[in-house]
């Protein structure tokens, strides 16, 4: 099993930045991507950004352009840099880690709340 534990959110005023940390224990060898969702209150789940152990990105359409995801694979962090933060912004924000072989599994931190205010 993999355990995610993030840190990093808060309240910031619209146009600001902050920067979400996720650190990966247990079974990080068997890592292959990490990343992150975010939900807000009476929406589904959505996704930020991922990347794979090779560096490959994936991002949601809200977050191209203002947010930058990054990995440092020797500490099984992943980060989340996010600038010109919008009030829609506001939300928990879940680190994912997917691992596994043939059969993948989904780890999920217990999320971490960003307010932005206008």
């Known amino acids: 099993q993999v355990q995610l534990v993030e840190s990093g959110g808060g309240l910031v005023q619209a146009g600001g930045s902050l920067r979400l940390s996720c650190a990966a224990s247990?079974?990080?060898?068997?890592?292959?991507?990490m990343g992150w969702y975010r939900q807000a209150p009476g929406k589904e789940r959505e996704l930020v950004a991922t990347?794979?152990?090779?560096?490959?990105?994936n991002y949601g359409n809200s977050a191209k352009g203002r947010f930058t995801i990054s990995r440092d694979n020797a500490k099984s962090t992943v980060y989340l840099q996010m600038n010109s933060l919008k009030p829609d912004d506001t939300a928990v924000y879940y680190c994912?880690?997917?691992?596994?072989?043939?059969?993948?599994?989904?780890?999920w931190g217990q999320g971490t709340q960003v307010t932005v205010s206008s």
């Open positions: 994912n880690a997917r691992s596994g072989g043939f059969v993948e599994s989904d780890s």
């Open positions: 247990g079974r990080t060898f068997s890592i292959n991507s």
């Open positions: 990347m794979t152990n090779s560096g490959n990105t």
